[in-house]
């Protein structure tokens, strides 16, 4: 019988993967996507185990590892995206024994969709959902075919649903609205494409509520005011709709009142659901889990003796770094040094520094304490939740000899 695996490429967590192993090396992998592909052959540049350069091995590390984070007034622990929900977990009990700063990437991404989705604002659905029954698909400020290629193909435009049946040459209208013509507008179409000037998205999403309610929409930029009116029309007849938030969406919005006015204003004239395009593999797995937790979803700072939790914009790694009331920092399958503006990721350089990761980053070359984890999803399983909530069992593929990030965060935690 045929073996299926889930990727751990993006949040899409495809569950249909076969791959083909050699010498303990997976050397082929059908059905997934060419960023799937890469991520299940593994890194190209494997992290070594090493404390202060030189080379060691996994018990020295976890030994200083743990007095870093011991003797820290306030360390940071962040990252997460890439691990499974199980380390997630204990990550979040070591903040909490050590008073940390605890964050992830949703902190300035996806995270206010899913803080309102959590709480109850936003109207969602899942994957399967959409599958079956979508028949408007907005991609807003969103790009799937290059961010999470096989979207359109196994959920939102292509395949036919049960309700669906006539698939996307009949059954389905995908619409594009996004500042350039994305790869995904090309999908959509022409007369689907609706390009708006940068940071316009509120300004758009207003005209639309004036034309869902029988106005004339109005712009302070040049668009055609009948285009708006043919939208609004398509999105009113949806028998299920679904707007796919994209990063361009989300940076264009200063404040979610807009994007929540403009879907109470959808689910009057007819049914409109809200899916985050969540980038790694298990960031809403983390937002859930310390969701669950704390009642945030990510930005929290722990107070080691009486356990309390405060939360907002000063305690996110940007904030806490630019403000440099961090003095150590456990980085686990993340790479801030990349990721975050320099201004504020340069300091990472100056303090004590752990980094917990399958494959060696430019954060790894500025540690203190690297360890290298197992490739979950690959070489380690666990569960992780989709970027639509659902939670999903991923399967070791092959051996290791490194630890799990689990494992190595469950001995952290034990020697702290
Ligand atoms: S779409 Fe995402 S989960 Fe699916 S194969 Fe590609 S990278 Fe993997």
């Given at each position: 019988?045929?073996?299926?695996?889930?990727?751990?490429?993006?949040a899409?967590?495809?569950?249909?993967?076969?791959?083909?192993?050699?010498?303990?090396k997976v050397?082929?992998?059908?059905s997934?996507?060419?960023?799937?592909v890469?991520?299940?052959?593994g890194c190209?540049?494997?992290m070594?185990?090493?404390?202060?350069d030189?080379?060691t091995?996994?018990?020295?590390?976890?030994?200083?590892?743990?007095?870093?984070?011991?003797?820290?007034?306030?360390?940071?622990?962040?990252?997460h995206?890439?691990s499974s929900?199980?380390?997630?977990?204990l990550?979040?009990?070591?903040?909490?024994?050590?008073?940390?700063?605890?964050d992830?990437?949703?902190?300035f991404c996806q995270?206010?969709?899913?803080?309102a989705?959590l709480q109850?604002?936003?109207?969602?659905c899942?994957?399967?959902?959409?599958?079956h029954?979508?028949?408007?698909?907005?991609?807003w400020g969103?790009d799937?075919?290059?961010?999470?290629?096989?979207?359109?193909?196994?959920?939102?435009?292509?395949?036919?649903?049960?309700?669906?049946?006539?698939?996307?040459?009949?059954?389905?209208?995908?619409?594009?609205?996004?500042?350039?013509k994305?790869?995904?507008?090309e999908?959509?179409?022409?007369s689907n494409?609706?390009r708006?000037p940068?940071a316009?998205?509120?300004?758009?999403?207003?005209?639309?509520?004036?034309?869902l309610?029988g106005?004339?929409?109005?712009?302070?930029?040049?668009?055609?005011k009948?285009?708006?009116?043919?939208?609004?029309?398509v999105?009113?007849?949806?028998?299920?709709?679904?707007?796919?938030v994209?990063l361009?969406?989300?940076?264009?919005?200063d404040?979610?009142?807009?994007?929540?006015?403009?879907?109470?204003?959808?689910?009057?004239?007819?049914?409109?659901?809200?899916?985050?395009?969540?980038g790694?593999?298990?960031?809403?797995?983390?937002?859930q889990?310390l969701?669950?937790k704390?009642?945030y979803?990510n930005?929290?700072?722990?107070?080691?003796?009486d356990n309390s939790?405060k939360h907002?914009?000063?305690?996110s790694?940007?904030?806490s770094?630019?403000?440099?009331?961090?003095?150590?920092?456990?980085?686990?399958?993340?790479?801030?040094?990349?990721?975050?503006?320099?201004?504020?990721?340069r300091?990472l350089?100056?303090?004590?520094?752990?980094?917990?990761d399958?494959c060696?980053?430019?954060?790894?070359?500025?540690?203190?304490?690297?360890?290298?984890?197992a490739l979950s999803?690959?070489?380690?399983?666990?569960?992780?939740m989709?970027?639509?909530g659902?939670e999903?069992?991923?399967?070791?593929?092959?051996?290791?000899?490194?630890?799990?990030d689990?494992?190595?965060l469950?001995r952290?935690?034990?020697?702290?």
């Amino acid at each position: 019988m045929t073996e299926y695996y889930v990727c751990p490429g993006c949040a899409l967590l495809c569950d249909d993967i076969e791959v083909e192993i050699e010498d303990g090396k997976v050397t082929k992998v059908n059905s997934a996507c060419r960023k799937g592909v890469a991520r299940m052959k593994g890194c190209s540049d494997p992290m070594e185990c090493t404390v202060d350069d030189e080379k060691t091995d996994v018990d020295a590390a976890i030994t200083k590892a743990a007095d870093i984070l011991r003797e820290a007034k306030d360390p940071l622990i962040f990252g997460h995206g890439n691990s499974s929900s199980q380390a997630q977990q204990l990550s979040i009990d070591i903040a909490k024994r050590t008073g940390a700063y605890l964050d992830d990437t949703s902190s300035f991404c996806q995270g206010p969709i899913i803080e309102a989705i959590l709480q109850d604002k936003l109207k969602t659905c899942t994957l399967d959902d959409i599958r079956h029954k979508a028949d408007v698909i907005v991609f807003w400020g969103a790009d799937p075919s290059n961010s999470h290629p096989r979207h359109l193909s196994r959920y939102s435009y292509f395949p036919r649903g049960n309700e669906r049946q006539r698939g996307w040459e009949e059954d389905r209208t995908a619409i594009a609205i996004d500042i350039r013509k994305s790869d995904t507008a090309e999908i959509c179409g022409q007369s689907n494409f609706y390009r708006i000037p940068m940071a316009a998205d509120a300004e758009f999403m207003e005209a639309l509520v004036s034309a869902l309610s029988g106005k004339v929409p109005k712009t302070s930029f040049d668009f055609d005011k009948k285009k708006i009116l043919q939208l609004a029309n398509v999105l009113k007849k949806a028998k299920f709709g679904v707007i796919c938030v994209g990063l361009g969406l989300v940076y264009s919005l200063d404040e979610l009142e807009p994007l929540f006015i403009l879907m109470d204003k959808l689910n009057e004239v007819s049914s409109f659901h809200l899916l985050p395009m969540v980038g790694q593999y298990n960031m809403r797995g983390f937002n859930q889990n310390l969701f669950d937790k704390t009642g945030y979803i990510n930005r929290v700072k722990f107070d080691g003796e009486d356990n309390s939790v405060k939360h907002g914009a000063d305690f996110s790694v940007i904030e806490s770094l630019r403000n440099r009331s961090v003095d150590a920092a456990l980085i686990i399958g993340s790479d801030p040094l990349s990721s975050l503006p320099l201004s504020v990721a340069r300091y990472l350089a100056e303090i004590p520094l752990i980094t917990i990761d399958p494959c060696r980053n430019l954060t790894a070359t500025k540690s203190t304490v690297t360890i290298p984890c197992a490739l979950s999803g690959v070489e380690a399983g666990g569960t992780a939740m989709r970027m639509d909530g659902v939670e999903v069992e991923l399967k070791k593929v092959i051996d290791t000899d490194n630890l799990t990030d689990e494992e190595i965060l469950r001995r952290i935690k034990e020697a702290i």
